[in-house]
T-cell receptor, first 112, second 113 residues
Framework: QKEVEQNSGPLSVPEGAIASLNCTYS??????FFWYRQYSGKSPELIMS????GDKEDGRFTAQLNKASQYVSLLIRDSQPSDSATYLC????????????FGKGTLLTVNP | GAGVSQSPSNKVTEKGKDVELRCDPI?????LYWYRQSLGQGLEFLIY????????KSGLPSDRFSAERTGGSVSTLTIQRTQQEDSAVYLC???????????FGPGTRLLVL
């Protein structure tokens, strides 16, 4: 069974710090990787996608992918209280398998 | 433009009853997905529709669950003879096509008493 693992947290960081969220996956054939943010009681919202090894930066967010280690991470720089949410890692398999496999999410709390 | 919409937003039903959950995808999106999120659990894939192709039903947990997509747009997820373990948030997502970014609706919170 294809699995996506995340630390459940909670991860607590002070405002202005860097928050580091990690995710590992079991399916070596996985092609696409996503980070979704989910506020309590709301639906998931895509914040980053990454498809090739290395880093991808978008504003305060950086996604890092290492396919050899089957590892993907999300860094949030200058963390804000509004970043407090659950962050879901999602992985899509290769070929025409378009469904996403999600981790259980990491709860991030940014303290003012 | 309008996002993915789902109805009802909340549904309370008695064990053994049937329920229907509706999803309106973003206009022009050919791919539609249903997921389930139980308390403390991640999102669990249920079913995937792509255009006129046969749906991928590999995530449906039992034969009490079924879904259809009429006219390549609106989708209905039906749960027959509901059980308490069916209580969850049912999320629908759509994408321009398979493999593209999935956009989620607000979900339907189902509570089976």
């Amino acid at each position: 069974q294809k699995e996506v693992e995340q630390n459940s947290g909670p991860l607590s960081v002070p405002e202005g710090a860097i928050a580091s969220l990690n995710c590992t996956y079991s399916d070596r054939g996985s092609q696409s990787f996503f980070w979704y943010r989910q506020y309590s009681g709301k639906s998931p919202e895509l914040i980053m996608s990454i498809y090739s090894n290395g880093d991808k930066e978008d504003g305060r967010f950086t996604a890092q992918l290492n396919k050899a280690s089957q590892y993907v991470s999300l860094l949030i720089r200058d963390s804000q209280p509004s970043d407090s949410a659950t962050y879901l890692c999602a992985v899509r398999g290769g070929g025409s398998n378009y469904k996403l496999t999600f981790g259980k999410g990491t709860l991030l709390t940014v303290n003012p | 433009g309008a996002g993915v919409s789902q109805s009802p937003s909340n549904k309370v039903t008695e064990k053994g009853k049937d329920v229907e959950l509706r999803c309106d995808p973003i206009s022009g999106h050919t791919a539609l997905y249903w997921y389930r999120q139980s308390l403390g659990q991640g999102l669990e894939f249920l079913i995937y529709f792509q255009g006129n192709s046969a749906p991928d039903k590999s995530g449906l947990p039992s034969d009490r669950f079924s879904a259809e997509r009429t006219g390549g747009s609106v989708s209905t997820l039906t749960i027959q003879r509901t059980q308490q373990e069916d209580s969850a948030v049912y999320l629908c997502a759509s994408a321009l096509t398979g493999g593209e970014t999935q956009y989620f609706g607000p979900g339907t919170r189902l509570l089976v008493l």
